[in-house]
């Protein structure tokens, strides 16, 4: 599966973006589709996923309540809305695909060449 991440952009903080992430190649209802950021000087870090089945989601902490995963399977595109942004939020945000639920970076397979989303305070 090829990814390929959109969308991101400078904003001011507490405004809101949606990324977006189109995937070429076969998926299925087990395969579960993430998005991972790492800010500069960070280590990249598990933000939220969907399983692509079920449409079950998990966040971080971080961005509970702020931010909002979703798929729509017949585009093959996964979204992440990101609302109430904060200067913290300033990072590459990738995404990525697994064949299984996880927010270690290691069992996900596929990446997007990542989007850059600045927050300016």
């Known amino acids: 599966v090829q990814l390929q991440a959109s969308g991101g952009g400078l904003v001011q903080a507490g405004g809101s973006l949606r990324l977006s992430c189109s995937a070429s190649g076969r998926t299925f209802s087990s395969h579960v589709m993430g998005w991972f950021r790492q800010a500069p000087g960070k280590e990249r870090e598990f933000v939220a996923a969907i399983r692509w089945g079920s449409a079950s989601t998990y966040y971080a902490d971080s961005v509970k309540g702020r931010f909002t995963i979703s798929r729509d399977n017949a585009k093959n595109m996964m979204y992440l809305q990101l609302n109430s942004l904060k200067p913290e939020d300033t990072a590459v945000y990738y995404c990525?695909?697994?064949?299984?639920?996880?927010?270690?970076?290691?069992?996900?397979?596929?990446w997007g060449q990542g989007t850059l989303v600045t927050v300016s305070s």
């Open positions: 990525a695909k697994a064949n299984g639920l996880s927010r270690r970076e290691g069992e996900y397979r596929d």
